[in-house]
């Protein structure tokens, strides 16, 4: 049976572009599960099953419905054991859990701050008004002045990721010689960016860079089957 997951879009249906549906996207692929996706704007998630969630992604298998991108990968590792797994057991669970705290809180900032204007423009008209409107009531400020500080903040961010460079010169992804769940929660805040914004986070000689390209492969190139956003020449 096809599964169905609502996917957050903006203008361009066919450009999903949530840190959140990626990292559900990715583990129904390692899955092995066919999938019917249901775009979906901003203002269109209070109406997804019933308003089952404030977010997405929500994802439909027959009568079960399921929404979080965590409680999704859980569910699919329950429902799907004979397929390749997403944890490795409760020890995977527990480091994904460190994973998926770590990223929102050191990942997910810096690129709010880098791709905001560039996510705010890849929404219609409607959308682009609530989503200016949430935002600045989230931060406090102007989304010009967000972003305006993420040329000052790229060299901290980059440092931050000092934890996961050093790990991946150990191993070739986080869950070791494959890839778990926990590879998909950084791909996610990083596929998030590539698509939304041409500002370039990373150089291509750093080791994360390098592993993000891996996780792009992965699945037939699942990831790359939505084109980065476009880069000026020079940038």
């Known amino acids: 049976m096809t599964i169905l997951l609502y996917d957050l879009v903006g203008r361009d249906g066919a450009r999903p572009f949530s840190p959140h549906c990626w990292k559900a996207t990715m583990a129904l692929a390692h899955k092995g599960l066919d999938i019917s ?39 699919l590792d329950e ?74 903040s790229l060299g901290a961010f980059r440092a931050s990721l000092e934890p996961l460079r050093s790990m991946l010169a150990y191993q070739p992804f986080i869950g070791g010689q494959s890839p778990l769940f926990a590879d998909y929660i950084v791909f996610g805040a ?12 990373l150089d291509d000689s750093d080791v994360v860079a390098q592993w993000f390209e891996r996780c792009l492969d992965l ?8 084109a980065a956003a476009c880069r000026a020449e020079g940038q």
């Not at 995977?92 to 705010?120: C, N």
């Not at 699945?219 to 939505?226: E, S």
């Open 219 to 226: 699945h037939d190139g699942l990831g790359r089957k939505v």
């Open 37 to 75: 996706t249901v775009p979906t704007r901003f203002l269109d998630v209070p109406t997804v099953e019933g308003g089952v969630s404030k977010l997405v992604p929500v994802i439909r298998d027959g009568e079960k419905v399921v929404a979080d991108s965590f409680a999704i990968a859980l569910y």
């Open 190 to 201: 990083l596929q998030w960016a590539r698509i939304a914004s041409p500002y370039r986070l």
């Open 79 to 152: 429902a799907y054991p004979e397929r390749p797994t997403l944890f490795c057991g409760d020890g995977g669970k527990a480091m994904a859990r460190f994973v998926e705290r770590w990223s929102q809180l050191t990942i997910h900032p810096y690129v709010t701050t880098a791709a905001i204007m560039d996510l705010h423009a890849m929404q219609d008209e409607a959308n682009a008004a609530y989503f200016r409107q949430n935002r600045e009531q989230r931060f406090g400020q102007r989304l010009e002045e967000v972003v305006a500080a993420r040329d000052a």
